[in-house]
């Protein structure tokens, strides 16, 4: 059974730093690319990062030089480390296979605030 369970967010300042972490069960880690996902109110899911199996990664835009994805293969586990936010950063964030499956999370909130 595939689970994904996202941790890391929170409350931070403009110019501040998260690291999100993400742990997935199942076959979808092994399998596929993994993605960070991003959802704002009132906006579409969007994707903001993925890593290949083999550690090719790629960022949408608004996030390029500010945000690294990485993946631990022997830990399922894949991360996102957020530098420089920005107000606009501020959403929930989820993991899931890229393209994306079923299986979603219950995300984590990230909120970027002075």
């Known amino acids: 059974q595939v689970q994904l369970v996202e941790s890391g967010g929170g409350l931070v300042h403009p110019g501040g730093s998260l690291r999100l972490s993400c742990t997935a069960s199942?076959?979808?880690?092994?399998?596929?690319?993994m993605g960070w996902y991003r959802q704002a109110p009132g906006s579409q899911r969007e994707l903001v990062a993925f890593?290949?199996?083999?550690?090719?990664?790629n960022y949408a835009d608004s996030v390029k030089g500010r945000f690294t994805i990485s993946r631990d293969n022997t830990k399922n586990t894949v991360y996102l480390q957020m530098n420089s936010l920005k107000p606009e950063d501020t959403a929930v964030y989820f993991c899931?296979?890229?393209?994306?499956?079923?299986?979603w999370g219950q995300g984590t909130q990230v909120t970027v605030s002075s």
């Open positions: 199942g076959s979808i880690f092994e399998l596929n690319a």
């Open positions: 899931n296979a890229v393209p994306y499956s079923a299986h």
């Open positions: 890593i290949t199996k083999r550690g090719s990664t």
